[in-house]
């Protein structure tokens, strides 16, 4: 339907069961029932980084994008919200998924509600997410939920880790149900600076019938 809201789920979670995935699962579950109350129709896919790490790691040094990377990033590119979860690593997020997010096109995300969620081995790891990704997406100009889901291995079975999972679900589907990812891409999508290519060329507005690019093509 065309009226289905698209939830998209970033993986970087590497085992297998993952617990990443599985904060992820939990946020989407959460996130899809708060839909439904809502009345909005949305349907979750999910992006797993693991199968995708040699086609992200070549694309970054050679700037060459393989199909199931290609793939991917379509499936984002229609992205209504995205949850996107990564392990921590020695405090800071998994290189694969921000490698993921650097080989994107820069204006792909522009004004997506996001959920940032983390799994990390110890509380010490609690500002990662704050500390560190917010302002990774900032750049990348989402819209990120207030609150931020990290988990260590005594949060799973904590009702107040289960209150806060609620909160941040609740969050995300209310800037899909406020629109805000419509609005900044409406009226004020030209005032954002664009690079040439990006955003599958939806963020170019140049008339190939001008005298200058008939110019540029030879004068034809």
Do not use: C
């Not at 998209?8 to 979670?13: C, D, K, P, S």
């Not at 060459?64 to 690593?89: F, Q």
């Not at 998924?97 to 004004?111: E, S, Y």
């Not at 040439?196 to 034809?220: C, Q, V, Y």
């Amino acid at each position: 339907m065309a009226d289905t809201k698209q939830l998209v789920i970033v993986n970087a979670g590497t085992s297998d069961p993952s617990t990443t995935r599985l904060l992820a699962d939990r946020a989407t579950a959460k996130a899809l029932a708060e839909a439904k109350r809502r009345g909005i129709e949305m349907e979750a896919r999910v992006i797993d980084l693991r199968p995708l790490a040699g086609d992200i790691m070549a694309a970054l040094t050679t700037q060459l994008v393989s199909a199931e990377l290609e793939r991917a990033t379509e499936i984002l590119r229609d992205a209504d919200a995205i949850i996107a979860a990564t392990p921590v690593y020695k405090a800071a997020a998994s290189g694969l998924f921000t490698a993921f997010f650097q080989a994107l096109d820069n204006d792909l995300l522009i004004g997506t509600p996001v959920l940032l969620a983390a799994t990390a081995g110890s509380p010490r790891h609690s500002l990662v997410v704050d500390d560190q990704l917010r302002g990774f997406f900032a750049y990348l100009r989402t819209v990120t939920a207030p609150t931020s889901l990290v988990s260590s291995p005594e949060d799973w079975n904590s009702g107040e880790f289960g209150k806060r999972v609620d909160r941040a679900a609740n969050e995300l589907i209310a800037l899909v149900a406020g629109g805000f990812r419509e609005n900044a891409r409406g009226e004020g999508w030209d005032s954002y600076q664009h690079s040439f290519g990006s955003a599958g060329g939806t963020e170019l507005g140049i008339n190939l019938d001008s005298d200058l690019m008939r110019l540029a093509a030879g004068g034809k």
